[in-house]
C-alpha cells in the first residue's frame, strides 16, 4: 500500500457519515411536518435565529463601574477561535445584540437597517463577519436547523427554489390559519416557539405551484406530496445561500439588479417572454440572502437608486424584481459606516426616509488599555513572531498612546489625560472614586469615535520587527520611533495642530515608560530576599517597640536602645507617608500582624502590597551606590560590579520577561537616567 493511500485510509476512519447524512437531509413534505411538530424553532425568523444563534455560546456578567454588562461568548470565546476576537466592547455588543433580542421579538427594529457606525478600524467589518460564520456554523446544528424546497422537473431532477424559501409558505393563504392551529395543537410543548409562517412564495416558485395544481386538478395536498422535497438548508457566504455580501463599485458598472436579480436572455428564447418568472435570475444579494443576512460594505456610499430599494427591503420586508410584483424576503439588514458618510446623511433632506428606517450603533475605539494591548498581542505574540523577542512594555507603550489619542481632555483641573487612561483602565488615584469614573464617561459622550486607528499601530509595530533584521530583540524605543516617524504621512491626520498633539502625548508615554523600567530595574536590584526579611524584621521590631513604648535590643551590642526613627521614616518616606500620619500608619501594620497573629497565620511582608513597596525602594537606596549602575554608562566596571549587575540581569530575565539582549539595553537606559540626575520618586 502507497503512503497516499494510507494517509486516505486513516483520514476515512475520522469520516462522520452519519452527521454529513444528517446535515444534507431530503425527505417528504409530510416528514417535514413532522420535523416542524417536534421542531417548532425550524420555523423561526431570520432575526430569531441569529439572536438565538449568539445565545447559543452563553452569557457571562461583568461590572464595569458598577453598571452590569451582559458579555456575550459568541464575541469572545467563539470569536477568539476564529482569529477575530473583539476586545473592549462590551457595552456597544450589548446594545446590537438588544437590538437583535427587540427585533426577535417583533418589537418593530425587525423592519429597520441596521447601521454600525464609527471610525475606521473599530471593528465593525469584524462584527458581520463574525455574525455570518455563526449564522453559517448554527445553521450546521441540531438547534440551528433549517429547510427549503425543490419541485420536480419534467425530465425527473429537482429545482431548488432560488430563495431558499420556507416550504411552509407552500400552504395556500386560505388554509394557514386552521393548519396552523392544528399543528401548534400537536407541537412539542416545551419549545419557546409557536409554529408559524411568514411571508409568500417567490414569483418562481409561485409559478410552479400554480402549474402543478393545474396537473392534480387542484389537490395540492397530492401535488405537494409528489411534486415537492424537502430538504435541509445550511447557510453558505462562498455558496450564496442565505448570506449576502454588496460592496459599493463604479457607479457606471453597477445598478440595482445587482440587489433584486436579472433577466436570463437565454432563457426568454425558451420561453418566450421576459415575464416568465423561469427566464429570470433571482440571484440578486437581497434574493439570495433570504432566511439569513446581508451586510452592506459602507452602506451610506450606495447610489441614491440602491438605497430606495433599501426603503421596502426594511421597512415592508419585500423586495421589487424587474418585471414582477414585490417579493417576501425574510433577512437581517446590517450596515457598516464611517463619521463623515454618516454626517453627509443627516445633513442630506431628501434621505428622511431611510434616516427613519435606520438604527444607528456606535462601534468607538477601545478606550481601555488592557483591551487594547489584548488587539496587538493577538497578532504580535511567541507563536506568531519568531526568531525575534518582543521586550517587556512594547506593546503596551504603543497601546497606551493609542488610548491617549482617543480620550477627551478631562475637565477636571487635577487630573491629567494619563491619569484618565489608568483610571479606565481600573487603577485607583486618590480623590478619585468609581463615581468619578463614571461622570468622567458621561461628560465624554463621543470618546473613542476619534484618534489613531489599531492597524496604524500594527503596521508600525510590524515595521519595527522587520526595520532590523540584525536585532534579535524589539524594544520599545523601536517602536515610538516608527509611531513618531509615521505621523507624518499619515492620511488622516488633517492639521499640523493635531499632529503635534500626538507628537506631545508620544512624550508622554516615554515618560511613563522611563518610569515603568526604573520601577523594574529598582525591584530587580531590591529583590535579594534574604535582605529583604532582615531589613523588614529590623522596622518591624522598631514599630512594635515604638508603638508599645519599649525599647529594641541592639542585636551586635546587646545593648537596649530607642526605636530607630531614621529607619523608621526611611522606609515609610518611601511610600509618602508623612510624619503627621506616621502613628497610624505603624498602628495599621502591628494591628494587622495582630490579627494574623490571632487566626494562626505568620506575618510575611509580601502580602501588605505597601510595605513590600516601601521596603523594596528602601533596599534599592541603600544598594543602588554597591552595585554602581552608573558605571554601564562609562563601560568602566570592575569585576564584582559587573558580577551583581549580572545578578540583577538574571532578575529581569526571570521575573520581568526581558532577554539578554533588552536587559542589557534596559539596564543601560536605566544607569543613564541615574547618571544625570533624573530620578523622580
Known amino acids: 500500500m502507497t503512503i497516499g493511500r494510507t494517509i486516505l485510509t486513516s483520514l476515512r476512519q475520522r469520516l462522520n457519515l452519519s452527521d454529513y447524512r444528517k446535515k444534507h437531509w431530503e425527505g417528504s413534505f409530510s416528514e417535514y411536518l413532522d420535523i416542524v411538530r417536534e421542531h417548532p424553532e425550524v420555523t423561526r425568523t431570520a432575526y430569531q435565529r441569529l439572536y438565538d444563534m449568539i445565545l447559543s455560546h452563553g452569557t457571562e456578567d461583568v461590572y464595569e463601574n458598577k453598571e452590569k454588562i451582559i458579555r456575550y461568548k459568541f464575541f469572545t470565546e467563539f470569536a477568539a477561535r476564529h482569529g477575530d476576537a473583539i476586545y473592549g466592547l462590551d457595552r456597544p455588543l450589548m446594545q446590537l445584540v438588544n437590538v437583535f433580542k427587540s427585533a426577535a421579538q417583533g418589537y418593530g427594529t425587525e423592519r429597520r437597517v441596521l447601521l454600525l457606525h464609527g471610525p475606521v478600524g473599530s471593528s465593525k467589518s469584524t462584527i458581520v463577519r463574525l455574525l455570518k460564520r455563526g449564522l453559517e456554523e448554527y445553521s450546521k446544528t441540531d438547534k440551528g436547523m433549517l429547510f427549503s424546497f425543490a419541485w420536480k422537473g419534467p425530465d425527473g431532477t429537482w429545482l431548488k427554489d432560488p430563495m431558499h424559501g420556507e416550504p411552509l409558505q407552500l400552504i395556500p393563504l386560505d388554509m394557514r390559519a386552521q393548519f396552523l392551529a392544528e399543528l401548534n395543537a400537536q407541537r412539542r410543548k416545551d419549545s419557546p416557539y409557536e409554529i408559524q409562517i411568514v411571508g409568500e412564495l417567490c414569483p418562481y416558485s409561485r409559478f410552479m405551484f400554480n402549474e402543478r395544481l393545474q396537473k392534480y386538478d387542484g389537490d395540492w395536498i397530492a401535488m405537494l406530496e409528489n411534486e415537492v422535497k424537502v430538504y435541509r438548508l445550511i447557510l453558505s457566504e462562498q455558496d450564496r445561500i442565505g448570506i449576502g455580501t454588496f460592496q459599493p463599485k463604479d457607479e457606471k458598472n453597477q445598478d440595482s439588479t445587482e440587489l433584486t436579480g436579472d433577466i436570463n436572455y437565454r432563457k426568454i428564447a425558451e420561453y418566450g417572454t421576459d415575464s416568465d418568472p423561469r427566464a429570470f435570475n433571482f440571484d440578486g444579494e437581497l434574493n439570495i440572502a433570504n432566511r439569513g443576512l446581508v451586510e452592506f460594505i459602507e452602506v451610506l456610499k450606495l447610489d441614491v437608486a440602491f438605497l430606495y430599494d433599501l426603503l421596502t427591503a426594511s421597512q415592508e420586508h419585500k423586495i421589487k424584481p424587474k418585471k414582477f410584483a414585490q417579493t417576501d424576503i425574510d433577512e437581517v439588514i446590517i450596515g457598516h459606516t464611517n463619521e463623515p458618510e454618516y454626517r453627509r446623511l443627516q445633513n442630506n433632506e431628501f434621505m428622511e426616509a431611510l434616516r427613519d428606517r435606520t438604527v444607528k450603533i456606535d462601534i468607538p475605539y477601545v478606550t481601555r488599555l488592557r483591551d487594547e494591548i489584548k488587539i496587538y498581542e493577538k497578532d504580535f505574540n511567541p507563536e506568531r513572531v519568531r526568531g525575534k523577542h518582543i521586550a517587556p512594555h512594547t506593546i503596551e507603550v504603543a497601546a497606551l498612546w493609542a488610548v491617549l489619542t482617543r480620550l477627551t481632555p478631562p475637565k477636571h483641573a487635577n487630573l491629567t489625560l494619563l491619569q484618565k487612561a489608568k483610571l479606565y483602565n481600573g487603577k485607583t488615584l486618590p480623590g478619585f472614586t468609581e463615581d468619578n469614573v463614571i461622570e468622567l464617561k458621561r461628560e465624554a459622550a463621543n470618546e473613542g469615535m476619534s484618534g489613531i486607528s489599531p492597524r496604524y499601530i500594527q503596521d508600525k509595530i510590524s515595521n519595527a520587527l522587520v526595520a532590523h ?96 526613627e531614621r529607619l523608621m521614616r526611611s522606609v515609610e518616606e518611601k511610600i509618602d507617608i508623612p510624619e503627621s500620619r506616621k502613628d497610624d500608619f505603624r498602628r495599621e501594620i502591628m494591628n494587622y500582624i495582630g490579627a494574623l497573629a490571632i487566626d494562626g497565620k505568620k506575618f510575611d511582608y509580601k502580602t501588605n502590597e505597601r510595605l513590600q513597596k516601601a521596603l523594596e525602594l528602601k533596599l534599592f537606596e541603600d544598594q543602588k551606590d554597591t552595585i554602581k549602575l552608573t558605571s554601564l554608562v562609562s563601560n568602566v566596571v570592575d569585576k564584582a560590579t559587573q558580577e551583581k549587575i549580572d545578578v540583577v540581569k538574571s532578575r529581569l530575565i526571570r521575573n520581568y520577561g526581558y532577554c539578554e539582549v533588552c536587559a542589557t539595553d534596559v539596564l543601560q537606559f536605566v544607569a543613564s537616567i541615574f547618571a544625570r540626575g533624573n530620578v523622580r520618586k
Open 469 to 564: 533584521p540584525d536585532e534579535p530583540c524589539v524594544n520599545p524605543f523601536m517602536v515610538m520611533k516608527e509611531l513618531e516617524e509615521g505621523l507624518r504621512h499619515h492620511s488622516l491626520i488633517t492639521s499640523q495642530e493635531q499632529q503635534q498633539h500626538y507628537r506631545e502625548l508620544l512624550q508622554v508615554v516615554k515618560e511613563e515608560y522611563e518610569d515603568i523600567v526604573k520601577n523594574e530595574v529598582q525591584r530587580a536590584i531590591a529583590a535579594d530576599e534574604d535582605a529583604l526579611t532582615r531589613l523588614c524584621s529590623n522596622y518591624i521590631d522598631n514599630v512594635k517597640a515604638y508603638t508599645q513604648r519599649e525599647k529594641v535590643r541592639n542585636r551586635y551590642t546587646g545593648n537596649y536602645e530607642e526605636p530607630d
